[in-house]
T-cell receptor
């Protein structure tokens, strides 16, 4: 079974631009979560989508948004990019058969975003 | 909110020596704990997880971890490390579907 895939793998943008990142979950997985990884803040939860609905949200400004499609694929968007948005963005998927806390999340390789 | 503390930011060790990476969590209620490994320029790979049952959990690549409720710890161990184990290791707790991570421990295996 193919793992979680993320595109693109690398991205360079300038301040003020917007960016869209894509994530395809493992086949059959219905939940998709997004995380931001930076050297200073570590790994932080952005949001989770299930059945095309945002089910859980972290502490990020409204510039960060996402969506999920009927095939469980997900996109996240960051508008008005700031230098501090430079990070590795990781997507994770889970089956979500038994409820959130018991689920194991499987991660993709990430998209590395550099904002200049 | 739950929190996870990884007590060592870096752990240097010689090849074939044993290693322990320490992790403490804050919650006193039921917890679901995970260890992930991240190799350079890659995503996170699941090493092992504790959901319930036996407190000694075995994972991939010869790693194991012990869940200790009284000490709120979930330390990761390997009896003999290899150069290829050099990576960053993250302990995490699942809080209602979102993972809360520790700051990570860099394991540096020296020849």
């Amino acid at each position: 079974k193919a793992g979680v895939t993320q595109t693109p793998r690398y991205l360079i943008k300038t301040r003020g631009q917007q960016v869209t990142l894509s994530c395809s979950p493992i086949s059959g997985h219905r939940s998709v979560s997004w995380y931001q990884q930076t050297p200073g803040q570590g790994l932080q939860f952005l949001f989770e989508y299930f059945s095309e609905t945002q089910r859980n949200k972290g502490n990020f400004p409204g510039r960060f948004s996402g969506r999920q499609f009927s095939n469980s694929r997900s996109e996240m968007n960051v508008s008005t990019l700031e230098l501090g948005d430079s990070a590795l963005y990781l997507c994770a998927s889970s089956l979500d058969n038994s409820g959130g806390a018991l689920e194991t999340q499987y991660f993709g390789p990430g998209t590395r975003l550099l904002v200049l | 909110a739950q929190s996870v503390t990884q007590l060592d930011s870096q752990v240097p060790v010689f090849e074939e020596a044993p290693v322990e990476l320490r992790c403490n969590y804050s919650s006193s209620v039921s917890v679901y704990l995970f260890w992930y490994v991240q190799y350079p320029n890659q995503g996170l790979q699941l090493l092992l997880k504790y959901l319930s049952g036996s407190t000694l959990v075995k994972g991939i690549n010869g790693f194991e971890a012990e869940f200790n409720k009284s000490q709120t710890s979930f330390h990761l161990r390997k009896p003999s490390v290899h150069i290829s184990d050099t990576a960053e290791y993250f302990c995490a707790v699942n809080e209602r579907g979102k993972l809360i991570f520790g700051q990570g421990t860099t394991l540096q295996v020296k020849p």
